[in-house]
């Protein structure tokens, strides 16, 4: 399984930090203290907010979700064990599948156990129960979930930390790295590619 199995269904609501605590951050002034002729400026400032959360958030980040958000994982087949690549996963919205006559069906939420005190989260039937037969064919399952941590106020302050580390980052050298203090405190969070 890789990354690119995962599609966003929905996207946050919000992001991690608001563009004005960003501005603060940075010690600019706040978008509503901005001269009508400054609006390029303060997009470049959302332009940057927006990579700094893309350097944690998501697949292209670490493979968590910061702030709620739902997610499609797309597999094969139904197996025994699934581990949801990304996380904290917070439920399990839909299980679909192709039978093997070709159609669509959803598997009933009974017949499914979500463990999401393991990272990454792991999938497996309820007790007792056999998944049903699934059609072979690429993409024949479909698992929606909810990930994220809540609301913006929910995310871990370490987390919203190594945020501002890397937006200071992007601020003063917009093709750095990722600076150190922020990456160790990633590594922390960081889910692993399920082999």
Not at 46 to 56: D, F, K
Not at 62 to 80: E, F, K, N, P
């Amino acid at each position: 399984m890789s990354w690119s199995s995962l599609t966003r269904v929905a996207a946050p609501a919000t992001t991690p930090m608001t563009i004005d605590a960003a501005r603060a951050h940075l010690r600019l002034a706040a978008v509503a203290d901005l001269a009508p002729g400054d609006a390029a400026e303060a997009a470049d400032v959302a332009q940057l907010l927006e990579a700094a959360v893309g350097a944690i958030d998501g697949p292209t980040g670490i493979g968590i979700a910061m702030v709620t958000q739902t997610w499609r994982l797309s597999l094969d087949r139904l197996c025994s064990r699934i581990e949801i690549p990304l996380g904290p996963v917070q439920s399990i919205s839909a299980i679909t599948y192709v039978d093997a006559a070709g159609d669509t069906q959803t598997l009933a939420a009974d017949q499914y156990r979500l463990d999401k005190d393991q990272s990454p989260a792991v999938l497996t039937p309820a007790h007792g129960v056999t998944y049903p037969s699934v059609r072979c064919q690429p993409g024949a399952v479909k698992i929606t979930f909810v990930a994220g941590y809540g609301a913006a106020a929910a995310v871990p302050a370490d987390l919203v930390g190594a945020l501002k580390i890397i937006l200071r980052g992007l601020f003063e050298d917009p093709a750095g790295d990722i600076p150190k203090g922020a990456a160790r405190t990633l590594d922390r969070y960081r889910v692993g590619l399920v082999a």
